[in-house]
């Protein structure tokens, strides 16, 4: 089984690692970083950097694809390397997944039009624009295509879909080998949670307030 993790400048760490840590435990899987060319590719902050171990013309029919978001994610909703490369390994591939705004991608490339999805909470709207059904939901499935909530809902996404693959037991045997018991200290995860003016402020400081203006 060949899982592909595409990368692209400035995408997000977790979003990328969170579902590399699950699904590398799987029985008989790889896992690839690739990326328009061999390399290192660097995250949002341009202070932490994944080596690319293959160009997307080494891995055009991967059986995973799991899409990551980031800052970097709105220039790769336009005509170019990643969403050709998606465009085609979504033909033959198995599952075709995104984490957080990744999702836009998806969409973007018209792989979410009327299916059920999800995304960062502040991506909502434009994921609705992209003619995606939207679900508040931690990750959503609508047959082979997988969508998880923002950054840390790629972890429960791929222990999802790892369940789906292989079995619960295997699935339950990697969450326990990562002790993935999370006990945040806050309720703040969400906007439905969070004190109201961390959500108003959150809101006013995104790059898709504008959309929304």
Known sequence: MQIIIPLFDRFAPLDAVGPYQVLVHLPGATVTFAAEHRGGVSDSA???TLQAQASFADVPHPDVIVVPGGFGE???RRPGPLLDWLLEADKTSTWTTSVCTGALILARAGLLAGREATSNWQALEDLERLGAKVLRERYVFDGKYVTAAGVSAGIDMALALAARIAGDDVAMAIQ??????PRPPFTAGSPETAPAHLVAAARAASRFAEARA
């Not at 326990?176 to 018991?181: M, Q, R, S, V």
């Open 46 to 48: 341009g202070t932490f």
């Open 74 to 76: 709105a220039a790769q």
């Open 176 to 181: 326990l080998g990562i002790e993935y018991d």
